[in-house]
């Protein structure tokens, strides 16, 4: 009975959440495995960076697989997931949110999870100030909302920069960023750090990666901020392919993966994990559940997000609100079952 029902309730996920509709046909469907696998990096940083810090272990991977790997690079997250949609990405490295969209929209399928050099799996969104701002040391000194702050913001597809901050931040506590702030920017992490270090915004969204890095690459950057907020932990990132590619080929994948840094060269595996974002472990087996706790975080702003909106009326509202709680009873049946 118990195995029946979280059978049923991952149906209604999927159904509910979105997934690749057949229906949907700029999904591009691919018809036989890839004779090169093209590997798509999200842009938390720049690219430079991004290169220098993964294509080393994409070496390995080719070698590994005995086919050539190209490394893909857009300037934003949605260009990754696009580009798995279309069949032009088959393994990609994301954050939970833009793993979720992967999922969901590109026929995506998450096999492995992201560790520290700790062993740990998660890290933290924050939101950084110039250590000059001596009068910003808290949420509550940013929420004046008199529009004479600058806020710089993540990705709409990132977890920590972006979904993490506009729940915990904002919406918990009945803040409109738009509205609160004179402007508010979409950017990378880097850029978001390099702007508050520079003065060219007041206050940004980050994390503990990004600042761990920089603490590393650009120290005398890294030493203008401080942290006047800390989420609660966040999943570590997820590793997703094409779900379509053969057993085969994914066996393949997630076996180098799973084996890089425990079997072969162990020194070489850890010294070029170690290079990735602020200093990477091993890779741990996953699949699409890790992503539940972040699809809950999404279900939740949107609720508050209803629940706040004057315009809509109650029937409406009623509705709306109607739809999310049967997502979030779902998926919390599913995250009991973990």
């Keep these: 009975m118990v195995r029946k029902l979280i059978a049923t309730a991952a149906v209604a996920v999927t159904a509910l959440v979105g997934g690749v509709a057949q229906a949907d046909t700029n999904y591009k469907p691919l018809e036989k495995d890839p004779t090169e696998l093209n590997f798509g990096i999200i842009s938390t940083e720049s690219t430079s960076n991004l290169k220098e810090q993964w294509v080393p272990l994409m070496k390995d991977l080719e070698t590994a697989l005995g086919m050539k790997v190209n490394p893909f690079f857009a300037p934003d997250y949605a260009g990754v997931i696009e580009a798995m949609r279309f069949g032009k990405v088959h393994l990609a490295w ?6 979720i969209e992967a999922v969901d929209r590109s026929g995506g399928e998450v096999f492995a999870q992201t560790s520290k050099a700790d062993g740990s799996q998660g890290y933290y969104s924050h939101i950084i100030t110039h250590v000059d701002n001596k009068d910003i040391n808290s949420l509550e000194d940013i929420f004046k909302c008199d529009k004479s702050l600058n806020f ?26 738009k509205e609160c702030f004179k402007t508010v920017r979409n950017a990378n992490h880097e850029t978001n750090l ?34 006047i907020w800390t989420s609660p932990l966040i999943p570590s990132d997820p590793m997703v392919y ?11 994948i997630k076996a180098f993966f799973l084996g890089y840094g425990r079997i072969g060269d162990v020194a070489h595996a850890k010294e070029v994990l170690g290079g990735i974002s602020d200093g990477q472990g091993l890779f741990m087996e996953s699949n699409n559940t890790q992503l539940y706790p972040v699809r809950q975080l999404a279900l939740f702003k949107n609720k508050l997000k209803i629940e706040g909106n004057e315009g809509l009326s109650a029937d409406d509202k009623e509705k709306k609100l109607l739809v999310i709680n049967n997502k979030l009873s779902d998926l919390k049946v599913l995250v009991a079952a973990q």
């Design 242 to 252: 094409r779900k379509d590619m053969s057993k085969e080929l994914k066996s393949r």
């Design 152 to 177: 710089g913001i993540g990705d709409p597809n990132s977890t920590s920069g972006f979904l993490v901050p506009s729940y915990y931040v904002f919406a918990q506590n009945n803040v409109d960023p």
């Design 94 to 99: 994301f954050g939970n949110k833009s793993g």
């Design 194 to 227: 390099m702007a508050t270090a520079n003065k060219q915004v007041h206050v940004a969204a980050n994390n503990s990666e990004q600042i761990g890095r920089s603490m590393k690459k650009a120290p005398e950057a890294a030493e203008k901020i401080k942290v």
